[in-house]
């Protein structure tokens, strides 16, 4: 099989998958939204992921970022470039200029760089608090405890509005306590979205209210 049909074959068996999970737990086939994780992928397995119709993409880095979207940008209007890595306060404005959503907002230095980049670039992407849910010392994202207080920061200093919670668990632990424990992070916090799930537990994740899955290598195959 070609490139793209392997991809396309993953693509539709991902989306199955997802669907099942979803309707396992009684929610709707479309409240979950694949995201194709493209980081670190051949320029081909990307075009072959488009030409099968995905439009939703993570990357995890700015200037990789960059080199992947910023001409296909100008080829699909209805794209949608989600960050999910860290970022860095001097990478902000290109941050800014090239994605939809940034999911690893986790700090407040990071939070009012964002607020007036976008004011200034008057460009409003949506917005994903990281949270660190296993309090892992190496790992970006904000200790459950601190979310609260920078919730309100967000809210009513910087008029920013969050649209959902992110984490990534520690590869040592089951993943379903992390997700549990973002989901009712959400609930006591009044948000309603949840960006959780990977290759190895999505499904996993759906059951616990994922609303988005950040799928790399189930359908693009191994990174470089
Ligand atoms: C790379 C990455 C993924 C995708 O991981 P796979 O195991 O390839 O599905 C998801 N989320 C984040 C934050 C990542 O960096």
């Not at 520690?170 to 306590?177: D, K, N, R, T």
Request: proline residues 3%; glycine residues 6%.
């Amino acid at each position: 099989m070609s490139i793209s049909d392997d991809i396309s074959a993953n693509r539709d068996l991902i989306l199955n998958r997802i669907g099942e999970a979803a309707q396992a737990v009684g929610r709707s086939v479309d409240s979950v939204e694949l995201v194709a994780v493209s980081k670190r992928q051949p320029e081909a397995r990307i075009d072959a992921a488009l030409d099968a119709g995905q439009r939703v993409f993570g990357e995890n880095r700015v200037q990789e970022a960059q080199q992947h979207w910023a001409e296909r940008r100008e080829k699909f209007s209805d794209l949608e470039l989600r960050l999910i890595g860290p970022l860095q306060s001097n990478k902000v404005t290109d941050a800014v200029a090239l994605f939809d959503v940034i999911e690893s907002v986790d700090r407040e230095k990071l939070a009012r760089v964002l607020a007036s980049e976008m004011s200034r670039q008057d460009r409003q992407l949506r917005l994903y608090v990281q949270v660190n849910t296993g309090e892992e010392e190496q790992k970006s994202g904000l200790a459950p405890a601190g979310l609260p207080a920078f919730l309100s920061l967000c809210r009513e200093e910087l008029g920013l509005e969050v649209e959902g919670l992110m984490c990534i668990p520690p590869v040592e632990e089951p993943a379903g306590l992390h997700f549990s424990l973002l989901a009712k992070l959400a609930r006591e916090n009044d948000i309603s979205k949840l960006s959780m799930g990977m290759s190895a537990d999505y499904e996993t994740a759906i059951q616990l209210g994922a609303s988005s899955v950040r799928v790399g290598t189930a359908v693009f195959g191994s990174r470089d």
